[in-house]
């Protein structure tokens, strides 16, 4: 007789797994179906419906004239340094002029006059760092980034009714913008 271990001898089936599936059969299957619940709702009716929140959104979103529409342009695509320079002045008037609008807190009103006269003083002065030399360009870059960064926080202060916070950042803005003209 081999020598082999006494549990394999014993007990053979334990060391094979066997693994059982209990499967329905094919025929009870086609008998009882599973009811799913029937809705009038179809693919195409969803689409309308989509296409159709999209179409009315599209007018909300993209639509500048209200204060809260996006504004996608940076620069102008075909803005040269001559119109960009003699643009400049006029925007920066503008900008300037939401004091009035401040002064009798008319703040809706001074956020669309703002967001309208950054956004074009923003591709003016843009363009004109862009054609600078390499080495006053990093200057005029932290100026613009302080400029405009000021105009956020302005059009944020004007948007929770804080009139010394407003007042604040027009001052920062002014002194900005002197500066950068004078640098210009």
């Not at 179809?42 to 809260?68: D, H, P, Q, S």
Request: proline share 5%.
């Amino acid at each position: 007789m081999a020598l082999v271990p006494r549990f394999v001898q014993s007990s053979p089936l334990y060391l094979s797994p066997t693994f059982i599936c209990h499967l329905k059969p094919s025929f009870l299957l086609r008998e009882n179906p599973e009811k799913v619940p029937k809705s009038n709702f179809t693919r195409r009716i969803g689409a309308i419906a989509t296409m159709a929140k999209v179409l009315l959104a599209r007018e909300a979103i993209f639509n500048v004239k209200i204060a809260n529409g996006f504004d996608f342009k940076m620069v102008a695509p075909g803005q040269t340094l001559e119109e960009a320079e003699s643009g400049i002045r006029g925007h920066a008037l503008a900008l300037l002029q939401v004091k009035a609008l401040i002064e009798s807190e008319a703040w809706k009103d001074m956020q669309k006059a703002l967001r309208k006269s950054s956004s074009l003083l923003k591709q003016d002065i843009y363009t004109i760092i862009q054609s600078k030399p390499g080495s006053m360009r990093p200057q005029l870059r932290k100026l613009y980034s302080n400029l405009f960064n000021n105009v956020t926080r302005l059009d944020y202060a004007a948007r929770d009714n804080d009139a010394t916070r407003v007042w604040e950042y027009y001052e920062k803005i002014a002194i900005t913008l002197d500066d950068i003209l004078s640098r210009i």
